[in-house]
């Protein structure tokens, strides 16, 4: 299970979108393209004329599954999809699931998939696509992906050469929060370079005021796993995709000199003058309890994903120019190209029928990502959504001004993987590397000894 959803839990929700009974009529990458944010035309839709237009499928049923069961999520995907079945006479049924993992499995064992499902984990989506599960995207579908998404956002729906899957949701875990008037009032600017990054913590820690950074690495039984997610950065950044991807693949072991690099890189900047703990260490301050320190001036920084923007207390306000306002800044780089760690959320399909392509051919689309953030917002009251896209030709006035800071940092990179962890095999991914980062951080052990012991628990 992805490490977000392991912190999450809630019963299962399922919701109908039947196209006769919906009563609303309405509902990054490269070069300087920006596509036409309608949809393009449903595939094989006769007649369609794009945006998820008129095409008539003939009351066709099509099923989603997924792991999104939050109330705004589940009121998003109602209007969204309900408005492009009812547009397209096609009856949506989406089922949120707590127990998606556990139950697509048993859906597909027993020969009864929905039509489509929403992956939160690569690896499980390239599972079912090697065991031919899946089908792949029809020219048309991969036509729209390659309008509206950049290749590095593309390349976990690919599966050996044949792409299967959509990106449908994104997360951007390359951000540090921080308030930009407690900077101002300290004399701090916000660094662009990584060097200009550790330099500036250098300064804090010997100015004896707030500590530079606010670390807790704590999430229960996924204790460690935000302690990944730096080492991951640091791979990026140290020594580039290429690397990185070897890395995942297992091509370079955990013990290779470059890993070990990166694993020891945020262990040298979490020291004592460096971190404030709400806890006392890092490794006993959940994740979460590093919101409340920050907007009380006990540390300047903390990085962490946009979603953490839902873990601040209550009445945090973001981005809007008033002296408490929280906000961010893109991870700082080393070698100049901009490189992105993200997780998310990919839509792949179990048949190949016209009305299934023609679903996944919208949720591959700008206005599908421009539509739910919209009705998420509304869903939530006006305020973060929760939800994020990186999918090109947005309107973003879509997103409050703080997620449109996450929009520029997306489209402006040059280099996106997905969170490594949850590529690789979970004893590996959810397992030995959170144990033994966990003990690393803790100094229990050397980097050595982390690294051989989880290389060592790399299956067969």
Known sequence: MTKRWLKLAAVPIALSFVAASCGSDDESGGGDTTPDTAAPAATDAPDDGGGGGDGDFGGATVTITGPERDDPSIASLNDVLGAFGEANNINIEYTGDADWEANINTQVQGGNPPNISYFPQ??????FARAGNLKPLTDEVNATVDEFWIDGFQLYGNVDGVQYGIPAKTDLKSLVWYQPQAFADAGYEVPTTFAEFTALIDTMA??????????????????????????EEMVLRLHGPDVYDQWVNHEIPFDDPQIQEAMQA?????????????????????????GQPLVDGQCYMHRQANFFAGLFPEGTVFADGSPEAVDVFYFPDINGDRPVLTAGIFAAAFDDDPATMAVMNYIATADYAEKRQAAQTE???????????????????VYQPLEQSFLAILADAQIAR???????????????????????????VDVATAAERIEASWPG
Do not use: R
Request: net charge negative; hydrophobic share 40%; with cysteine.
């Open 122 to 127: 690569p690896g499980k989506l390239a599972d």
């Open 206 to 231: 010997a100015a004896d005021g707030p500590k530079p950074l606010c670390v807790g690495i704590e999430s229960g039984q996924a204790t460690g796993w935000t302690y990944t997610d730096w080492v």
């Open 266 to 290: 945020p262990v040298d900047l979490w020291t004592e003058d460096n971190v404030f703990a709400a806890a006392g260490s890092i490794a006993a301050t959940s994740f979460a309890d590093n």
């Open 379 to 397: 869903a939530v009251g006006g305020g973060l959504s929760g939800y994020l896209s990186a999918a090109l030709g947005q309107d973003p006035n």
């Open 418 to 444: 997905f969170d490594g962890s949850d590529l690789m095999p979970a004893d590996v991914g959810a397992g030995t590397f959170w144990s033994e980062g966990t003990s690393l951080v803790n100094g229990d």
